[in-house]
């Protein structure tokens, strides 16, 4: 079993910064990528950015050029970090861990998520 435990989350000004972390403990051996997804009031959950364990990512289109995704494989962790917040960043933030080909992914595992909230 899987378990993904996010932090990182918080209310923060826009044109702000955070940087979320997530840890997986068990074994994610077999799966090859870890990602997250947002998911605001009202809206669909939605990819933000994801990353296989050879360094290769994607991005939505919001967020290309201010979230940068990264990984460390040693640690089973990944981390997100947000720069240039805007209002509609205002989420809840959940990691997770799956398989990455022909430009899909496929979650397997989901962590309890973090909110993110950007505001004056």
């Known amino acids: 079993q899987v378990q993904l435990v996010e932090s990182g989350g918080a209310l923060v000004q826009p044109g702000g910064s955070l940087r979320l972390s997530c840890a997986a403990s068990?074994?994610?051996?077999?799966?090859?990528?870890m990602g997250w997804y947002r998911q605001a009031p009202g809206k669909q959950r939605e990819l933000v950015a994801v990353?296989?364990?050879?360094?290769?990512?994607n991005y939505a289109a919001s967020v290309k050029g201010r979230f940068t995704i990264s990984r460390d494989n040693a640690k089973n962790a990944v981390y997100l970090q947000m720069n240039s917040l805007k209002p509609e960043d205002t989420a809840v933030y959940y990691c997770?861990?799956?398989?990455?080909?022909?430009?899909?992914?496929?979650?397997?595992?989901w962590g309890q998520g973090t909110q993110v909230t950007v505001s004056s």
């Open positions: 997770n861990t799956g398989a990455y080909a022909r430009d899909t992914y496929y979650t397997a595992y």
């Open positions: 068990g074994s994610i051996f077999g799966f090859n990528a």
């Open positions: 990353i296989t364990d050879g360094g290769s990512t």
